[in-house]
């Protein structure tokens, strides 16, 4: 295992839960979003995340004025956030259903997928099962979500991966592999021999595992978080840098407020094209 993807690991791990801790003493919006700032860039966006989880539980208007004042800058972790909250309460079960395309839509069932497979492991990935209550609707974001865990399940190693992933079903993988791409994005480490491993392995789900790179890479960019990381997976397993990455995205969307990030969530899913 690639020392700096285990570093990475752990340090994100801690700061998730050291924030927990820190809302427990329920602070005002004020003094929360300052304690968010002292985080390094790096994985600050994890620190907002964490926040998001604990006011969702609290109301949907705690939540929604901690989103309008500064979460929209970190959008997808955020929207993971709220999907941890739905996992834990049971909410998520009454969204309604439909043929949602949306990104924030597939973040959020992301956090879902995310939190069973960290706290239900063992019918999540070990017997491959979703949630009895889950609407087929919400699969997609669901599997991502998952995808994300198997890449922390598997400690970074390759070779971990393909055994926890490899026996779902094949429907499947294109979720799964899109979500181990944002996770290989946002924690991958700099290991030059460790990166290009997955490609043989991703397979014909190789565009998928790059969308989640690119996913990556526009959420450190909104965030103001860029790190050698995600330029060392962008080279090593998109073959391109990461401006090149991120001029794909239309200029016009191509700014840091919440109406620009609200419009490119719903623009994002384009990507699953461009790596075709």
Same mark, same amino acid.
């Given at each position: ?89 049971g909410a998520f079960f009454r969204i309604p259903s439909g043929p949602y395309r949306s990104l924030r839509h597939r973040m959020l ?52 991966l393909r055994q926890l992933l490899f026996p779902f079903s094949t429907s499947r993988h294109p979720d799964l592999w899109r979500g181990v791409g ?23 789900? +190789?565009?998928?595992? &790059?969308?989640?790179? $690119?996913? =990556? ?5 909104? /965030? !103001?978080?860029?790190? @050698? ?18 001029? +794909?995205?239309?200029? &016009?969307?191509?700014? $840091?407020? =919440? ?5 490119? /969530? !719903?623009?994002?899913? @384009? ?6």
């Amino acid at each position: 295992m690639s020392r700096s993807v285990a570093a990475n690991m752990a340090y994100v791990q801690q700061l998730f839960q050291q924030t927990q801790q820190f809302m427990a003493t329920q602070p005002a919006l004020e003094e929360l979003l300052a304690h968010l700032e002292t985080e390094p860039a790096q994985f600050r966006s994890i620190a907002f995340e964490s926040a998001s989880v604990s006011l969702a539980r609290l109301g949907m208007s705690q939540w929604e004025n901690f989103f309008i004042s500064e979460g929209y800058k970190h959008l997808f972790h955020v929207d993971i956030g709220l999907g941890w909250a739905y996992a834990q309460t049971g909410a998520f079960f009454r969204i309604p259903s439909g043929p949602y395309r949306s990104l924030r839509h597939r973040m959020l069932c992301d956090g879902m997928g995310y939190y069973f497979a960290l706290y239900r492991g063992r019918k999540t990935i070990k017997s491959q099962q979703y949630p009895t209550e889950l609407d087929p609707h919400h699969h997609t974001g669901f599997d991502q979500g998952v995808g994300r865990r198997l890449w922390y399940t598997a400690q970074g190693e390759p070779e971990r991966l393909r055994q926890l992933l490899f026996p779902f079903s094949t429907s499947r993988h294109p979720d799964l592999w899109r979500g181990v791409g944002i996770a290989c994005g946002y924690v991958g480490g700099t290991d030059e021999e460790l990166l290009p491993k997955l490609l043989p392995l991703a397979g014909s789900h +190789l565009p998928q595992l &790059k969308t989640g790179i $690119a996913l =990556a890479c526009l959420s450190r960019y909104f /965030s !103001d978080s860029v790190s @050698q990381e995600i330029r060392s997976v962008c080279e090593s397993i998109c073959k391109m840098t990461f401006r090149e990455i991120c001029q +794909l995205v239309p200029s &016009k969307l191509n700014a $840091a407020s =919440a109406d620009a990030l609200l419009e490119l /969530s !719903d623009w994002i899913p @384009q990507f699953d094209t461009f790596f075709a």
